[in-house]
Structures are given as structure tokens and as C-alpha cells.
């Protein structure tokens, strides 16, 4: 009789662990949720993934310093994809089939990471977006992906009515990365030039990324004689753009997409940056706001990552603050969830998100029909100090 209540314990208690596995939710243990992100650490736009990265190090070390969540500290799992949509895709595959990780966050470039939208969807992992701006990224609709700042549509409508309305530009032209970004803004930009204007570009050129000279493309731009030409780069390579351009007597008012808007671009382009404008997504620039929230993130950066107090070229940038405020709102979610923790139960509660404030973005509001999070952008122009200033 003592063998059988044994042998029944024991399978009873057998039969409680399976069922907890069975229920336990991907990435979630007791005390850990397991995050995973894929972003360019190396290669010509590092600069994008290291900003990221280090801001979701700052927001999980901020969390587990605390205690964590609901219990649960947050461990971070970041592989490189160096921008290459082949190395996104593994990234992400490694991440949510070997890793197991029970969200994604941030992701890479739009090239990198529009790739992986249908399978992110079909594997019903969530994930929080705070790079890619591309349309794509939410068509169609995908309950399980979410966007922390304003999309390429709303960038290209806040240049344009600030080319065409304030600065009375009559010939707009553009040029433009033939990649994901640079071809999904051009494509915005024609289409609301025409559409609200009337209007038509009188030139169009592409390049190709990681091209440094770009003076057969503004020769052919220049044979046009546009007042104003609108670049859809990174960045460093908007910055050589401007500065040859200078250098080939073009004398159009000089404009650019979100992308441009760090302090790289006015190293690569000198002198030649000052009264170059460009919209930008962000309340503050992470390297001169004087918000107490975007004080805080650079002091914890520092003490973080940064202890000799020198950052890179560029840093912070907006990608910091984009990426911590993804974190924030990762962490709101998570607390609203509560102890059962699943991925439907914390869709839910980012969908219950509005005007929630990051402190270092836009107020952010999800519903079940919108993961777009907010329309809210600035215009900024670089002054004579060679810094970015708000318009």
C-alpha cells in the first residue's frame, strides 16, 4: 500500500510539472522575462544599432535594479545583424526558436527588419518597433507589432508642408538610398507633392548605401536648377551629400527625412550643414535636452556603458531615446499585465495604452486597430553653431 501512495504521488507530481511547462508562457519563468533584439552593431550604420541597443540596456538595468517586474528581472539577448536582411532573419529565428525569448524589441533597419514582419505575425511573438519608420512595417495590420514613433508618411507630409509652405519651395527635388527607407520615403514624398500640391519633382536620383561620392546624381539634379532638394539618407552619407553639393555651386535649400536628423550629419558635412532642415521625431535631442528624463538617460548612459564619459561619434542620438522609450513602454505593459504574464494578456495591454508618457518621446496611444503609437514630429535646422535647433 506504502509502494501504490508513493507511485501515485509521484506520478501526480509528474503530472503537475508537465502542466505547469504546458502552461508556463515562452520566455517567462518565475523570476525572468527573456527579451530578444536584432540591430546593427557593426557596419555603416552601427551607429542606429548601437544607439538602440545601449538605450534597452539602460531601460533593463534601470528595471532589474528595482526588483524588475511583477517579480520578474529582464534578461536581454542582442545579436548583430549588421543591417543585412540575411543576417535579420537568422537573428530573429535564433531568437525566438532557440533563444525562446518572449518578445522582440527595437529590430534594425527597414531593410532588415520588413523581412521578418509575416513570420514575427505567424509566430505571435510581440514586437515593439523603434527604427523602422517603413509604411510596410503595419500593412497590413499585424495584431503583434508595434511602432514607438511617427511612420514615413507622416515624416514626408511634415517636410514637405514645411518646404513647400514656409520656405515657398517651387522646384523640389530629391535624392534618395535605394534601400527600404530611402525608396519608401521617395515614394511618399511624390505621391503627397501631388496629391496636396499639385506639384511634380523636377528631379529624382538614388544611390546606392555605403556610395561616397554622389556628384553624378546632384550634376544631374543641378541641370534642373531646384530651390530645394530633399535628401532620404543616414545620416553620415546625407552630410557628404550636402557638402559636395556646396562644393558643385548648387545653391538649393537643402532639406532632409528623419534620418538625417543626428550630429553625425554635421560631421560629415562641415559648414556646409548650417540652415540644413529636417523633420525630426522626437521631442528633444537626446545629446542637448534639458528635460529632467532625457538628463537622466545620458547620466545612467554614462555610468553604464560610457564610464570615461567620452561617447562615439553621434551619441546619444535619436535612437537612444527612441529605443528607451520603448522600453518604457514595454514596462508599463508588463506592469499592467500582471503576474500571468502571456503574450495576448500583454498585447492587451499595450493596446490599452493612451497618451502614455515615456518622458523621452511623444505620448503614446495603441489601440486593437492602430500599433502606429503617435503622428508627432518636430522640424529642426542646424544653426551656425553647427548644433540642431527646433524651428
Known sequence: MRFKSVLVAAVFTTLLITIGSVN?????????????MWTPLS???????????????????????????NGRKIKLIVYDDGASPQEGQAAVRRLVEQDNVFMLISGSTSSSTLPMRKYITRKKVPFVSSISS??????PFSRYIFRIYANETDQAKAIINWMIDKENIKKPAVIYNSNDYGVGGFEEVKSYLKNKYGMDLVAAERYNQGD????????????????????YS????????????????????MFGGGATATNLFQQ???????????????PEMADSGDSQAVKAYREHL???????GKYPSGRPSEYDLAAYGAGKVCEEALKRTGKELTRERFIDAL??????????????????????GTSQMQIISVGSDLKWHLK
Open 24 to 36: 508556463a508562457e515562452t520566455g517567462v519563468s518565475d523570476d525572468e522575462i527573456k527579451i530578444g
Open 43 to 69: 557596419g555603416p550604420v552601427s551607429l542606429l544599432g548601437t544607439s538602440a541597443s545601449d538605450g534597452v540596456k539602460v531601460w533593463v538595468d534601470q528595471v532589474n535594479a528595482t526588483g524588475g517586474i
Open 134 to 139: 517603413n509604411n510596410n512595417l503595419m500593412n
Open 212 to 231: 561616397q561620392d554622389f556628384s553624378a546624381q546632384l550634376l544631374r539634379i543641378k541641370q534642373f536648377a531646384p530651390d530645394g532638394v530633399l535628401i
Open 234 to 253: 543616414y545620416a553620415a552619407e546625407g552630410g557628404i551629400i550636402v557638402r559636395q553639393a556646396k562644393e558643385l555651386g548648387i545653391t538649393a535649400k
Open 268 to 282: 560629415a558635412a562641415g559648414n556646409a550643414s548650417v540652415g540644413f532642415t529636417a523633420c525630426f521625431v522626437l
Open 302 to 308: 554614462r555610468k553604464l556603458i560610457y564610464t570615461d
Open 351 to 372: 493596446e490599452s495604452l493612451d497618451n502614455f508618457q515615456t518622458e523621452v518621446t511623444f505620448p503614446i496611444t495603441y489601440t486593437a486597430n492602430s500599433h502606429e
